[in-house]
Protein backbone atom coordinates (compact mmCIF):
# COMPACT_ATOMS: atom_id res chain seq x y z
CA UNK A 1 0.00 0.00 0.00
CA UNK A 2 1.61 3.15 -1.15
CA UNK A 3 2.59 5.95 1.83
CA UNK A 4 0.92 9.15 1.97
CA UNK A 5 3.82 11.46 2.96
CA UNK A 6 7.26 11.20 1.11
CA UNK A 7 10.54 9.59 2.83
CA UNK A 8 12.01 12.65 5.29
CA UNK A 9 15.64 10.54 4.56
CA UNK A 10 16.64 9.42 1.74
CA UNK A 11 17.92 5.76 1.80
CA UNK A 12 20.49 6.33 -0.79
CA UNK A 13 21.95 8.62 2.09
CA UNK A 14 23.45 4.90 3.78
CA UNK A 15 23.14 2.85 1.04
CA UNK A 16 24.95 4.71 -2.19
CA UNK A 17 27.75 6.70 0.38
CA UNK A 18 30.28 5.97 2.64
CA UNK A 19 29.84 7.02 6.07
CA UNK A 20 31.95 10.63 6.32
CA UNK A 21 34.29 11.84 8.97
CA UNK A 22 32.67 14.64 11.03
CA UNK A 23 34.80 17.40 12.93
CA UNK A 24 33.76 18.15 16.35
CA UNK A 25 36.34 21.02 17.06
CA UNK A 26 39.21 20.83 19.64
CA UNK A 27 41.11 18.39 18.28
CA UNK A 28 38.19 15.69 17.95
CA UNK A 29 35.81 13.93 15.25
CA UNK A 30 33.55 11.69 14.86
CA UNK A 31 34.68 9.04 12.48
CA UNK A 32 33.46 5.36 11.70
CA UNK A 33 35.05 2.35 13.47
CA UNK A 34 38.23 0.52 12.64
CA UNK A 35 38.75 -3.34 13.48
CA UNK A 36 41.82 -2.03 15.43
CA UNK A 37 39.25 -0.07 18.03
CA UNK A 38 38.16 -3.09 19.75
CA UNK A 39 40.80 -3.58 22.41
CA UNK A 40 40.25 0.02 23.43
CA UNK A 41 36.27 -0.85 23.54
CA UNK A 42 36.89 -3.48 25.42
CA UNK A 43 38.51 -1.74 28.30
CA UNK A 44 36.06 1.36 28.06
CA UNK A 45 33.40 -1.70 29.10
CA UNK A 46 35.86 -2.84 32.26
CA UNK A 47 34.36 0.69 33.47
CA UNK A 48 31.32 0.78 35.84
CA UNK A 49 29.53 3.48 34.82
CA UNK A 50 29.71 2.63 31.08
CA UNK A 51 28.55 -1.55 31.58
CA UNK A 52 25.65 -0.29 34.17
CA UNK A 53 23.77 2.71 31.68
CA UNK A 54 24.62 0.25 28.82
CA UNK A 55 23.27 -3.10 30.28
CA UNK A 56 26.12 -4.71 28.86
CA UNK A 57 29.16 -6.35 29.65
CA UNK A 58 32.08 -7.09 28.02
CA UNK A 59 33.76 -10.68 28.31
CA UNK A 60 35.97 -11.34 25.96
CA UNK A 61 38.15 -8.91 23.59
CA UNK A 62 37.07 -11.31 20.69
CA UNK A 63 33.18 -10.38 22.02
CA UNK A 64 34.13 -6.72 21.68
CA UNK A 65 35.52 -7.39 17.92
CA UNK A 66 32.23 -8.49 17.20
CA UNK A 67 30.21 -5.02 18.10
CA UNK A 68 32.93 -3.12 16.84
CA UNK A 69 32.50 -4.81 13.10
CA UNK A 70 28.59 -4.75 13.77
CA UNK A 71 28.61 -1.03 14.45
CA UNK A 72 31.13 -0.45 11.25
CA UNK A 73 28.60 -2.33 9.07
CA UNK A 74 25.20 -0.87 10.43
CA UNK A 75 25.89 2.13 8.04
CA UNK A 76 24.98 0.33 4.92
CA UNK A 77 21.88 -1.20 6.33
CA UNK A 78 20.60 2.43 7.13
CA UNK A 79 19.31 0.76 10.55
CA UNK A 80 22.05 2.50 12.73
CA UNK A 81 24.71 5.35 12.28
CA UNK A 82 28.00 4.50 14.40
CA UNK A 83 30.70 7.12 14.64
CA UNK A 84 33.98 6.47 17.46
CA UNK A 85 34.34 9.71 19.34
CA UNK A 86 38.22 9.85 18.53
CA UNK A 87 41.36 12.38 18.60
CA UNK A 88 41.49 13.98 15.37
CA UNK A 89 45.22 13.77 14.97
CA UNK A 90 45.95 10.34 16.83
CA UNK A 91 43.09 8.36 16.40
CA UNK A 92 42.86 7.32 19.56
CA UNK A 93 39.52 6.36 20.98
CA UNK A 94 37.80 8.78 23.48
CA UNK A 95 33.89 7.54 23.10
CA UNK A 96 31.39 6.74 21.10
CA UNK A 97 28.25 8.35 19.68
CA UNK A 98 25.22 6.84 17.59
CA UNK A 99 22.11 7.08 15.66
CA UNK A 100 19.68 3.83 16.61
CA UNK A 101 16.34 3.21 15.70
CA UNK A 102 16.28 4.75 12.59
CA UNK A 103 13.46 5.42 11.08
CA UNK A 104 14.08 6.97 7.62
CA UNK A 105 10.67 7.24 6.11
CA UNK A 106 9.51 9.25 9.27
CA UNK A 107 13.34 11.18 9.76
CA UNK A 108 13.51 10.44 13.33
CA UNK A 109 16.46 8.21 15.15
CA UNK A 110 17.64 7.99 18.95
CA UNK A 111 20.75 9.43 20.19
CA UNK A 112 23.08 6.64 22.34
CA UNK A 113 26.72 8.04 23.59
CA UNK A 114 29.49 6.75 26.18
CA UNK A 115 32.85 8.30 26.75
CA UNK A 116 35.75 6.82 28.47
CA UNK A 117 36.29 7.90 31.81
CA UNK A 118 39.73 9.48 31.22
CA UNK A 119 38.40 12.01 29.26
CA UNK A 120 34.91 12.90 31.09
CA UNK A 121 34.67 15.88 32.51
CA UNK A 122 35.39 18.34 29.65
CA UNK A 123 32.52 18.34 27.46
CA UNK A 124 32.94 15.91 25.26
CA UNK A 125 29.97 14.44 24.84
CA UNK A 126 27.44 17.59 24.20
CA UNK A 127 30.44 18.64 21.98
CA UNK A 128 29.92 15.43 19.84
CA UNK A 129 26.23 15.22 20.13
CA UNK A 130 25.95 18.91 18.54
CA UNK A 131 28.01 17.55 15.68
CA UNK A 132 25.81 14.44 14.94
CA UNK A 133 22.63 16.09 15.70
CA UNK A 134 23.88 18.68 13.00
CA UNK A 135 25.03 15.91 10.35
CA UNK A 136 21.75 14.58 11.14
CA UNK A 137 19.42 17.34 10.38
CA UNK A 138 21.34 19.76 7.86
CA UNK A 139 23.38 16.88 5.71
CA UNK A 140 21.01 13.40 6.00
CA UNK A 141 17.63 15.63 6.80
CA UNK A 142 16.72 14.15 10.27
CA UNK A 143 13.60 16.06 11.74
CA UNK A 144 13.53 14.60 15.26
CA UNK A 145 16.46 13.11 17.51
CA UNK A 146 15.07 11.47 20.70
CA UNK A 147 17.60 11.19 23.78
CA UNK A 148 16.20 8.30 26.33
CA UNK A 149 18.47 7.89 29.62
CA UNK A 150 17.56 6.74 33.39
CA UNK A 151 16.05 9.38 35.49
CA UNK A 152 18.99 8.64 37.64
CA UNK A 153 22.02 9.22 34.91
CA UNK A 154 22.50 12.80 36.36
CA UNK A 155 25.32 13.18 34.03
CA UNK A 156 23.85 12.08 30.79
CA UNK A 157 20.90 14.53 31.59
CA UNK A 158 23.39 17.09 31.56
CA UNK A 159 24.69 15.96 28.27
CA UNK A 160 21.27 16.27 26.81
CA UNK A 161 20.13 19.43 28.22
CA UNK A 162 24.00 21.14 27.22
CA UNK A 163 22.76 19.84 23.21
CA UNK A 164 19.40 21.45 23.53
CA UNK A 165 17.31 17.90 23.76
CA UNK A 166 14.47 19.39 25.20
CA UNK A 167 12.95 17.24 28.22
CA UNK A 168 9.55 16.11 27.14
CA UNK A 169 8.33 14.03 29.81
CA UNK A 170 9.36 10.69 31.94
CA UNK A 171 8.29 7.24 30.83
CA UNK A 172 7.57 5.31 33.20
CA UNK A 173 9.56 1.59 34.07
CA UNK A 174 10.88 2.02 30.75
CA UNK A 175 14.54 0.88 31.24
CA UNK A 176 15.51 -2.49 32.68
CA UNK A 177 18.55 -2.22 34.30
CA UNK A 178 20.64 -4.72 36.73
CA UNK A 179 18.94 -3.22 39.43
CA UNK A 180 15.44 -3.42 38.21
CA UNK A 181 13.32 -0.90 35.91
CA UNK A 182 14.45 2.79 36.11
CA UNK A 183 11.64 5.34 34.55
CA UNK A 184 13.34 7.18 31.86
CA UNK A 185 14.07 10.37 30.75
CA UNK A 186 12.89 11.58 27.19
CA UNK A 187 14.61 14.13 25.47
CA UNK A 188 13.98 15.42 22.03
CA UNK A 189 15.31 18.14 19.27
CA UNK A 190 13.97 18.76 16.42
CA UNK A 191 15.05 20.03 12.88
CA UNK A 192 13.42 23.29 13.44
CA UNK A 193 14.91 24.30 17.00
CA UNK A 194 18.16 23.34 16.12
CA UNK A 195 19.28 26.63 15.62
CA UNK A 196 18.59 27.15 19.16
CA UNK A 197 21.82 25.44 20.57
CA UNK A 198 24.65 27.96 21.51
CA UNK A 199 22.36 29.92 24.03
CA UNK A 200 20.87 26.34 25.10
CA UNK A 201 23.86 25.05 26.11
CA UNK A 202 24.73 27.59 29.27
CA UNK A 203 21.47 28.78 30.01
CA UNK A 204 19.21 25.47 30.28
CA UNK A 205 18.89 24.31 33.46
CA UNK A 206 18.99 20.19 34.06
CA UNK A 207 15.55 18.94 35.21
CA UNK A 208 15.43 17.52 38.56
CA UNK A 209 16.35 14.25 39.02
CA UNK A 210 14.74 12.63 41.52
CA UNK A 211 16.88 10.63 44.31
CA UNK A 212 18.48 6.92 43.32
CA UNK A 213 16.81 4.39 45.08
CA UNK A 214 18.34 1.55 47.14
CA UNK A 215 18.83 -1.40 45.34
CA UNK A 216 15.66 -2.15 43.92
CA UNK A 217 15.42 -6.28 42.62
CA UNK A 218 14.67 -6.84 39.09
CA UNK A 219 11.88 -9.56 39.68
CA UNK A 220 10.33 -10.18 42.86
CA UNK A 221 8.24 -13.52 43.55
CA UNK A 222 5.12 -13.61 44.53
CA UNK A 223 4.89 -16.57 46.81
C1 LIG B 1 27.37 10.62 30.37
C2 LIG B 1 28.73 10.82 29.75
C3 LIG B 1 28.68 10.38 28.28
C4 LIG B 1 29.10 12.32 29.81
O1 LIG B 1 30.29 12.53 29.07
P1 LIG B 1 31.24 13.80 29.36
O2 LIG B 1 32.04 14.03 28.14
O3 LIG B 1 31.94 13.63 30.65
O4 LIG B 1 30.15 14.95 29.51
P2 LIG B 1 30.37 16.38 30.19
O5 LIG B 1 31.82 16.73 30.31
O6 LIG B 1 29.45 17.29 29.46
O7 LIG B 1 29.84 16.16 31.65
C5 LIG B 1 28.50 15.90 31.92
C6 LIG B 1 28.31 16.00 33.42
O8 LIG B 1 29.07 14.96 34.04
C7 LIG B 1 29.56 15.43 35.31
N1 LIG B 1 31.03 15.29 35.37
C8 LIG B 1 31.95 16.27 35.35
N2 LIG B 1 33.18 15.73 35.46
C9 LIG B 1 33.04 14.41 35.53
C10 LIG B 1 33.95 13.34 35.64
N3 LIG B 1 35.26 13.53 35.69
N4 LIG B 1 33.45 12.09 35.67
C11 LIG B 1 32.13 11.88 35.60
N5 LIG B 1 31.23 12.87 35.47
C12 LIG B 1 31.68 14.12 35.45
C13 LIG B 1 29.12 16.84 35.48
O9 LIG B 1 27.94 16.82 36.22
C14 LIG B 1 28.83 17.27 34.06
O10 LIG B 1 27.85 18.25 33.99
P3 LIG B 1 28.30 19.82 34.01
O11 LIG B 1 29.08 20.06 32.75
O12 LIG B 1 27.04 20.56 34.05
O13 LIG B 1 29.16 20.01 35.22
C15 LIG B 1 29.85 10.02 30.50
O14 LIG B 1 29.79 10.35 31.85
C16 LIG B 1 29.68 8.50 30.33
O15 LIG B 1 30.18 7.93 29.36
N6 LIG B 1 29.00 7.88 31.30
C17 LIG B 1 28.78 6.41 31.25
C18 LIG B 1 27.90 5.98 30.08
C19 LIG B 1 26.62 6.77 29.99
O16 LIG B 1 26.05 7.20 30.99
N7 LIG B 1 26.15 6.94 28.75
C20 LIG B 1 24.88 7.59 28.49
C21 LIG B 1 23.78 6.57 28.59
S1 LIG B 1 22.20 7.36 28.36
Known amino acids: MPRST ?3 VATETFSRAAQPVLAVGDGLVLRPWLRRDGPEVFVAFQDPAIRRWHVRSADTAEEVDDWVDAWARSWTSGTAANWAIADAR ?3 LMGRA ?3 HMELWHGEAEVAYWVVPAARGRGLASRAVDALAEWAFEVAGFHRLELRHSV ?4 SCRVAAKSAFTLEG ?3 SAGLHEDGWHDMHLHARVRT ?3 AEPVARHRRATPEIPPEPATQPVFRLRR
Open 90 to 92: TGR
Open 98 to 100: SLH
Open 193 to 195: DSH
Open 152 to 155: HNVQ
Open 6 to 8: PAI
Open 170 to 172: VNR
